[in-house]
């Protein structure tokens, strides 16, 4: 009944959008009414980033089936500029203004008004001005960019989007980076702006922000709707069952649960990052065992990568506090330092930190363990191939030879290979970063049944990772981590997902 | 996104590994023949006599060996473009030190090599541990080197070195025991690769297929065989030749069977992910600098002995053509790719279009633009060889 009078700015039908091995968006639907703020939620991959891309026209039409209609017109994006022109803007987590320009020049930048051919500045300015006022800033249009702080980089960001005719305006954890004040500043903005009739599409993970201005909401799992919702009709607790789903399948290699001796302690360690001026971690205490898979779990930019990432001496920054490693505080500076402690680190983002592309697959495994398979300068030829084939064979790495690029292989042997380069130096330690983040289902199992082998051996495994599920099903002992802080502990037994989740957000169960 | 490069990558790469591996080195070495074969026509049958092979071989040496370090700069994601400079700066230190200081020819050489590692290290730890981008710190050097040169020698040419000095640039090592250093060269060689393909084969690991295993070394032989008999045919091996090649062999073994020499290629591949494996990224690039510096003063020394003179402007645009050098043999701006091996078969081929041109009396207007179009058109085919296997 109530349909009838609604019309509908975004109607996103049946999106089925597909990669080798993984359905990211399983016939997803997804309507947004004109002029409402829109929350969409969902843990860490369930496919709110794909539909994102697949509405701004990062996924060409044609690589994805379903239909969008924006304001009731049907679309077909071919590339971003056309998803821009009929009306939809995003704003990223990452900014992406030009920091040595000018507020004016960011907010025209491809599209500066003209006269004849020379830039019209006057123009320029005076409408961007006038764009600042409407997102409720009192600036000057030609300060540069790089002079404001992250908050206001946010508005003129907002106010670039508002420069052309725009119908949807779609903020993608757009919090994350702001303090509290500047979040209150943005949830007023946004506020003002549904008063001025612009359609929002607000995607957090705060529970909070998210009750505080959104209308409805949308909760995705798994690449599937799984309901959308008025806010009046949630609460914290409901939406947290939503977003996890009830159901944890067996997917999970069955091990014993055995505890050996203490052999990393970590005691009152916070960590400060110059670059961005802030802290990372916040007085983090924690300890980890021979033969233990230690989880943590956290939302995005809970300090999960940066604590594993300093662990290892990896992280640019400065570290307080006391790393004890077998009942011996060390100093860790450098991934080497970590390295001669027998801790080994798989990186979160394989593609930039983990694979060199030029190179072979055997040079890609050998390279952190050089100086084992050579005496004190020269490389031990034949050993090094032979022990790249025999760890090929024991992590079963499907290639045809060890000589061809990295790059030929899928995710998941890709993944193999970086562990191989890992087990190859006998770790005490392994630390693993989300470990099988972009791999098909039967490599994950694999992934799984190498990583209680090894602790199976006696190896302390730290096991970084968004899905909870893989967390509950893997580990021993769960941190999570929320806001630089451990936020909860939770026993392999006691382990839920809300449990989790109500401790990543911040909350208490 | 990853995997779908990945699967398309996966797709290439099972039918083109031959011509990932192979047609480059094939390529080049097409390219030298090509190019060999039109000046021999264009000169009229002088290109290829005995002795100018043996004049062609002696001139490739300052750039070639120059040329075996920039590849590795290259290959580690830096770039070094004093290195001009540092021959000048060299032959400069060595021809003061002979001529007016009345030093010997071993003192001499020592000092000349220690100038050549500490400039290389100053340009490796700017480079480096300071984190100066290189291009701009070895502009710098490139320009203090030069003005450092005109210091010590006062603008004017230095010349009268010592005869032992000389026979570094222009001696000949005489046929007979030019035919033993090569039969021995050929046999060692031969017996290195038998029995590292025996050592495979006993360890069950996969080798290529006999005949061609049998091909290549013969082929290999062959020509060096031919080579030597062509400079035999003259007076023999030049000095600068059998010096350069010695380098070739034990760069090109660094590069390829030393923890340092694997570690530059993993820099030059991903730095960020060379550091997360345990990689001093600063320290491996300070030695590389280094090894630059040596050999940029190794060439400074041959330049000045066979020229019997350092002159203020001794190694000017030589970065321009190791750099030609080392890409033109297949080393890749964006780090990781490139050999020691291609790097000298490049060299081989800028030296052989100056030679030529020269021959054919080309205006040195003509001979520049022709070398920046060699340039243009080797980065340019491998760019489209690259965009090709992307697309």
């Not at chain 2, 090592?173 to 060689?189: D, F, K, N, V």
């Amino acid at each position: 009944m109530v349909d009838v009078t609604r019309t509908w700015m975004l109607e996103m039908e049946n999106i089925i959008k597909e990669f080798p091995g993984i359905k990211a968006l399983d016939g997803v639907s997804f309507k947004v009414e004109k002029g409402e703020i829109h929350a969409l939620v969902g843990e860490n991959g369930a496919g709110k980033s794909t539909l994102m891309k697949v509405l701004s026209g990062v996924y060409s039409h044609g690589s994805y089936s379903g239909s969008i209609k924006v304001d009731g017109k049907e679309q077909r994006f071919q590339n971003t500029s056309d998803a821009e022109k009929a009306g939809i803007s995003i704003i990223y987590q990452e900014l992406s203004l030009a920091s040595n320009m000018s507020i004016a020049e960011n907010i025209f930048m491809g599209d500066e008004p003209v006269k004849k051919i020379l830039i019209d500045w006057d123009a320029m300015y005076s409408r961007a001005n006038e764009l600042l006022v409407r997102v409720g800033i009192q600036m000057d249009s030609n300060i540069l960019v790089k002079n404001l702080g992250i908050g206001l980089q946010q508005m003129v960001e907002i106010a670039k989007a508002l420069r052309t005719d725009n119908k949807i305006l779609v903020l993608d954890e757009p919090t994350s980076a702001l303090s509290k004040s500047e979040i209150d500043v943005l949830m007023n903005l946004l506020l003002a702006l549904k008063q001025q009739g612009v359609t929002c599409i607000y995607i957090s993970h705060k529970f909070d922000e998210i009750f505080r201005i959104a209308d409805s909401v949308t909760i995705l799992r798994d690449g599937k709707t799984i309901d959308t919702k008025s806010i009046d009709s949630l609460n914290e607790d409901l939406l947290i069952n939503l977003m996890v789903g009830r159901d944890l399948n067996q997917r999970y290699p069955q091990r014993e649960r055995v505890h050996g001796e203490n052999i990393l302690e970590i005691k009152n360690y916070s960590l400060f990052d110059y670059k961005e001026g802030k802290e990372r971690l916040h007085n983090i205490n924690l300890s980890l065992h021979k033969g233990e898979i230690l989880g943590i779990a956290g939302l995005m930019g809970s300090g999960r990568t940066e604590l594993v990432s300093s662990i290892f001496g990896a992280f640019y920054g400065k570290s307080e506090g006391q790393i004890i490693i077998d009942r011996k505080e060390v100093k860790i500076n450098s991934p080497k330092d970590a390295m001669k402690q027998g801790i080994g680190l798989i990186t979160e983002d394989r593609k930039n930190l983990g694979i060199f592309p030029v190179l072979s697959i055997r040079e890609n495994m050998v390279i952190a363990n050089l100086d084992n398979i050579s005496g004190s300068i020269m490389v031990n030829d034949s050993e090094e191939y032979l022990l790249c084939d025999q760890y090929v064979e024991n992590l079963n790495i499907k290639i045809g030879s060890t000589e061809n690029k990295i790059t030929s292989l899928s995710g998941g042997n890709q993944q193999k290979v970086i562990i191989g380069r890992w087990l190859m130096r006998k770790p005490k330690i392994l630390i693993l970063d989300e470990p099988t983040r972009g791999i098909d289902v039967g490599a994950k199992f694999e992934i799984y049944t190498i990583i209680n082998e090894l602790v199976a051996n006696g190896v302390a495994v730290v096991m970084v990772s968004s899905e909870l599920p893989e967390v509950m099903g893997m580990c021993d002992r769960i941190l999570v981590m929320h806001d630089g802080t451990i936020s909860g502990e939770l026993m392999h037994e006691e382990a839920t997902q809300e449990k989790i989740m109500s401790y990543a957000v911040g909350g208490r169960p | 996104m990853l995997w779908e490069e990945g699967l398309k990558m996966n797709r290439e790469n099972t039918t083109g590994f031959f011509k990932n591996i192979n047609l480059r080195s094939f390529i080049i070495i097409v390219a030298l023949i090509a190019i060999w074969i039109i000046l021999q026509f264009a000169t009229d049958g002088t290109f290829l006599t005995s002795r100018n092979i043996s004049l062609l071989f002696r001139q490739m040496t300052p750039i070639g060996i120059i040329a075996i370090g920039m590849v590795l700069v290259i290959v580690s994601g830096y770039i070094d473009l004093s290195v001009g400079s540092i021959v000048a700066v060299a032959g400069a230190i060595a021809a003061v030190m002979q001529t007016q200081m009345k030093i010997g020819t071993i003192p001499t050489i020592i000092a000349l090599l220690i100038t050549g590692v500490v400039v290389g290290i100053i340009n490796g730890y700017l480079s480096t541990f300071q984190k100066i981008p290189p291009f701009i710190v070895t502009l710098a050097t490139m320009l203090i080197f030069r003005g450092a040169t005109l210091l010590i020698t006062g603008g004017s040419t230095i010349s009268g070195m010592n005869p032992s000095f000389k026979y570094i640039g222009d001696g000949y090592i005489s046929p007979q025991i030019s035919m033993i250093i090569a039969t021995i060269g050929i046999i060692t060689y031969v017996i290195f690769e038998i029995t590292k393909r025996r050592n495979k084969t006993s360890k069950g690991m996969k080798v290529a297929a006999s005949n061609w295993f049998a091909v290549k070394l013969i082929a290999i032989c062959a020509i060096c065989a031919l080579l030597v008999a062509t400079m035999n045919n003259y007076e023999g091996i030049p000095v600068p030749v059998i010096i350069m090649v010695a380098i070739m062999i034990i760069v090109s073994f660094i590069s390829r069977n030393t923890r340092f020499g694997r570690r530059l290629y993993a820099m030059g591949g991903n730095a960020e992910a060379a550091r997360l494996s345990g990689i001093n990224v600063n320290k491996e690039g300070l030695k590389v600098f280094a090894l630059l510096g040596l050999l940029s003063a190794v060439s400074g020394l041959i330049l000045t002995a066979r020229l019997n003179a350092a002159t203020p402007a001794a190694g000017n645009q030589f970065e321009f053509d190791a750099i030609s050098a080392a890409i033109i043999g297949g080393a890749s701006f964006s780090g990781g790719q490139g050999t020691v091996f291609g790097a000298v078969i490049g060299a081989l081929i800028m030296a052989s279009l100056n030679n030529g041109m020269s021959i054919l009396n080309i205006p040195s207007a003509a001979q520049f633009i022709l070398k920046g179009l060699v340039l243009l058109i080797a980065v340019w085919f491998d760019m489209r060889g690259r965009s090709k296997g992307k697309n």
